[in-house]
């Protein structure tokens, strides 16, 4: 596609449920980046793939996120048993391979727990 | 770890007139970002510097690096209204995918 696409764009759950955003990244991009950004402030770096791997999953907050990538395109961020600090936008971007491409940025999820 | 600190966090100006806004960085980095992000809308991407003493301009914005001071400036010429919008830098370590981002500088042009 054009640009790098999520879903859904707005997301409203209830505290303990699951759920899952997806991120489609430009078409022949290899890096895929998830992000979180929090009213007001500034981006937090969750997870990044290569391909299909995840050489670093080091800002994932706790063991209820996880996140996979399939077919090195589209991948899901899965939250379980949400909690209202959860709630924020999820930010997907996506890159060529190599540290000095920018990253592109999709319109992002936001999610409400309530 | 790396931490990157923008100032101001909040800056009103009047149309016509120049302004920086600064990106300070703790550990050695290769590149570094400029995005801007209107209200309720995703990041767009302004800036890539790659080197010691880059500058680029587009526009009425000039983005440059200093990576030994490891500091980032975006200069605002002669502002205009449609420049208001949240301005982030953002940094990567040597070789590192992961981009740590500033807190953002909400920049407000009146008229």
């Known amino acids: 596609g054009a640009g790098v696409s999520q879903s859904p764009s707005n997301k409203v759950t209830e505290k303990g449920k699951d759920v899952e955003l997806r991120c489609d990244p430009i078409?022949?991009?290899?890096?895929l980046y998830w992000y979180r950004q929090r009213l007001g402030q500034g981006l937090e770096f969750l997870i990044y793939f290569q391909g299909n791997s995840a050489p670093d999953k080091s800002g994932l907050p706790s063991d209820r996120f996880s996140a996979e990538r399939t077919g090195e395109s589209v991948s899901t961020l899965t939250i379980q048993r949400t909690q209202q600090e959860d709630s924020a936008v999820y930010l997907c971007?996506?890159?060529?391979?190599?540290?000095?491409?920018?990253?592109?940025f999709g319109p992002g999820t936001r999610l409400t727990v309530l | 770890e790396l931490k990157v600190e923008q100032n101001p966090l909040f800056l009103s100006m009047q149309e016509g007139k120049n302004y920086t806004i600064y990106c300070n960085y703790s550990t050695t980095s290769d590149r570094l970002y400029w995005y801007r992000q209107d209200p309720g809308k995703s990041l767009e991407s302004l800036f890539v510097l790659l080197s010691n003493g880059a500058v680029k301009q587009e526009g009425r914005l000039m983005a440059s690096l200093d990576t030994k001071a490891r500091l980032s400036t975006l200069h605002i010429t002669a502002a205009v209204h449609d420049l208001s919008a949240t301005y982030f830098c953002a940094v990567a370590p040597f070789g590192n995918e992961k981009l740590t981002f500033g807190t953002g500088t909400r920049l407000t042009i009146i008229p």
């Open positions: 078409s022949g991009h290899t890096a």
């Open positions: 971007a996506s890159s060529f391979t190599g540290a000095y491409n920018e990253q592109f």
